[in-house]
């Protein structure tokens, strides 16, 4: 697998985000879709936004990108940090270069978690939330929800700890979570994970709430948060507590 992406001779080093192994300039990492490893592939190569760095992928000597399940992409410096401000402006740039992006195919067939919670969260379908991690405050908070009437676009909806820092260099990414929802609610996703997991205070609230239709894109993408918490297997009473704290900070905005 490493010989098809040209780094046969290179020892793969596993570095902390991912998992995803590094042979010098070279990333690998595995993936469970192919469809959308592919299409992400294809829109990483050709996107461009300005004070980012993007993981750019790489062709296999075949040129397929993905081969026996794994992808390639060029290697880019930094972790993860919690500069929530630049990441929320980070989001901001993203999505204004992928607001022409065609949605892809694989959306309208996922059907796993964060698809679930997706489509529970915007009102357009059921899902079986457990009440006891999240459903019940899903119910009572989703009375309160109000159709967006934002744009949808592609956008990315998991950047909270997939943002890359280091120095002073432009914030870099290596990967795309993509959902049809406003470039206001990804970065309403990116608030409420900083509050719930990441030890933000409520400035980070009012520092956006000059977005369009702040309040309902928080709310939203905490509609979100509490389905995929309610729908996944390995959440936890602990875990939620902190989704619990973001929706108090929310609710008094």
Known sequence: MRAAFGAKEIEPELVDLGPRWRCGDVALRPVSNPAEATWVAQTLGD??????RIGRPIRASDGRWVVG????????EGRPEPRY???VSASLRLHHATAELSVPRFLSTR????????????GTDEAPLDAALGGRLFDVLAASRKPLSLRPQVVHGDLFGNVLFTGAAAPGIVDFAAYHRPAEWAAAVVVVDALAWGGADAGLLRRWAHLPEWPQALLHALLFRLAVHAL??????????????????????
């Open 69 to 76: 399940g794994w992808a390639a992409y060029r290697f880019v």
């Open 111 to 122: 059907n796993d978690v964060f698809a679930m919670a997706d489509r529970a969260s915007a």
């Open 85 to 87: 401000d630049e990441i």
């Open 232 to 253: 996944h297997p390995h959440s936890s009473a602990q875990s939620l507590v902190g989704l619990e704290r973001a929706a108090h900070q929310i609710t008094e905005l």
């Open 47 to 52: 996107l461009h936004v300005p004070d980012m």
